[in-house]
């Protein structure tokens, strides 16, 4: 069974620091693009950063670029979001999620194979 799981949320002041950590069980994470998307109540869940499987490609949202980097350690099945410089229009649920087979460098939600259960990031102005 695909496990998801993630840690690293937590309360931030604005321009603040947070790491968010993915570790997948389940199935080997080199053998899938893993990323993260968030939501915002309200709202559908968009795609924050995707990474390829060795890791050296990477994909922004253009509200994040910069600020954000995704990472992995394959030999650990974990991925990594660490957030700089966060704003409280960053405030949302992340959740970790591999994407399909045959899909990589893309931010669709319909790409998404497996959802993390989500970690609660809340930035204070």
């Known amino acids: 069974q695909v496990v998801l799981v993630e840690s690293g949320g937590g309360s931030v002041q604005s321009g603040g620091s947070l790491r968010l950590t993915c570790v997948a069980s389940?199935?080997?994470?080199?053998?899938?693009?893993m990323g993260w998307f968030r939501q915002v109540p309200g709202k559908e869940r968009e795609g924050v950063a995707v990474?390829?499987?060795?890791?050296?490609?990477?994909l922004y949202a253009d509200s994040v670029r910069g600020r954000f980097t995704i990472s992995r350690d394959n030999a650990k099945n974990t991925v990594y979001l660490q957030m700089n410089s966060l704003k409280p229009e960053d405030t949302a649920m992340y959740y970790c999620v591999s994407l399909k087979t045959d899909y990589c460098l893309t931010r669709y939600t319909h790409h998404v194979d497996y959802w993390g259960q989500g970690t609660q990031v809340t930035v204070s102005s």
């Open positions: 389940g199935f080997p994470a080199a053998s899938r693009c």
């Open positions: 990474t390829s499987t060795d890791g050296a490609g990477r």
